[in-house]
């Protein structure tokens, strides 16, 4: 299918190297002509995009700006096909992804290593999960150059706001033009699947871990209030009716949890002893997709009050809450 203009939004689908499959990136018009979110970095999305940006009778050089919806290697890789000069602006949690410097890497490993121990993962396997997490240390050579965050004005694209939407990612931002309702939403809402809100490090060392699917209902909240018509997202279909995906998800969201919770009733356990449970088959191969998901429900059934974890042993033992019954 060409690429072509629906308004002032043209939809290009890129090739990735992922299970995800293609990625969605837009070109909009406005006083900038600007591009959101940039693929991966593959000579083959690279390929992708040139020629789809000629179907719309563009050239890289024509795009103005960048902005990045999130800093995860599907989408913010391809900002390495463009000039040194152009203007990319996005979450400032992306800029420590993208610099990679001595102290975040610190920070990440000395989190990763620390989290695993308190989810009862067996030393022999406490580098499959940064194994997971080194994919994206070299998602991009290039830096942000502007930063937005709720609320801000996106530069060059009049009546267009920025939504921060953390959960999949604490750098997820969602584009949202107030005088349709149109929404660009990364991967906040996908029509076909639930996104994996994904355990990062916090942003400074000794803060709380952040909770990544307690911020992401707090996030889906946040678009219920919004009259939006149309969310065009960043892997797969459009979205027309919001309330039915987002209730949707909420439900499949919660029978995974209540299965959680039944394993916690017959036998009280770790972290990572759940995991095995949940994910029998593909744990060890994608131990820290497989972890982020479990923790989720783990954090989503502790703030219900129905579970309750004791980490006195170092590792955190997450059994049913006495004092809800």
């Not at 909420?250 to 972290?271: C, F, T, Y």
């Not at 060890?284 to 059934?301: A, F, I, K, N, P």
Request: aromatic content about 8%; glycine content about 8%.
């Amino acid at each position: 299918m060409m690429a072509e203009w629906i308004g002032n939004i043209a939809k290009l689908s890129l090739p990735t190297p992922y299970a995800v499959g293609d990625v969605n990136v837009y070109v909009v018009k406005g006083d900038a002509l600007t591009l959101i979110d940039a693929g991966s970095r593959t000579e083959e999305s690279r390929s992708s995009l040139t020629r789809q940006l000629w179907e719309l009778r563009l050239e890289m050089n024509d795009i103005e700006q960048v902005l990045i919806t999130h800093h995860h290697p599907d989408h913010a890789g391809g900002l390495d096909f463009f000039t040194k000069d152009i203007n990319i602006l996005g979450h400032l949690y992306n800029q420590r992804w993208f610099e990679m410097d001595k102290d975040f890497i610190e920070l990440h490993d000395q989190f990763y290593k620390d989290f695993s121990r308190e989810m009862g993962i067996p030393d022999e396997m406490l580098g499959y999960i940064n194994d997971y997490r080194s994919a994206d240390r070299s998602i991009t050579n290039k830096k942000l150059t502007s930063f937005l965050a709720e609320g801000d004005d996106l530069p060059g694209l009049r009546g267009w706001k920025t939504i921060e939407t953390p959960g999949h990612a604490q750098s997820h931002l969602s584009f949202y033009k107030e005088s349709d309702g149109i929404m660009i939403g990364g991967d906040h809402l996908l029509a076909k699947i639930t996104p994996n809100p994904l355990m990062e490090p916090p942003f400074q060392p000794g803060e709380e871990r952040p909770k990544p699917l307690l911020q992401y209902n707090s996030s889906l909240e946040k678009c219920l209030e919004l009259p939006i018509s149309l969310v065009y997202t960043g892997h797969g279909e459009e979205i027309r009716d919001v309330p039915a995906v987002i209730q949707s998800g909420r439900v499949r969201q919660h029978e995974r949890a209540m299965k959680v919770k039944k394993m916690i009733e017959a036998h009280p356990s770790s972290g990572f002893e759940i995991c095995r449970q949940l994910f029998p088959k593909v744990y060890q191969r994608e131990l820290g997709l497989t972890l982020s998901e479990t923790v989720g429900q783990l954090d989503y059934l502790e703030s219900l009050g129905e579970i309750a974890h004791d980490s006195s042993s170092g590792v955190m033992i997450y059994a049913i809450n006495q004092l809800q019954r």
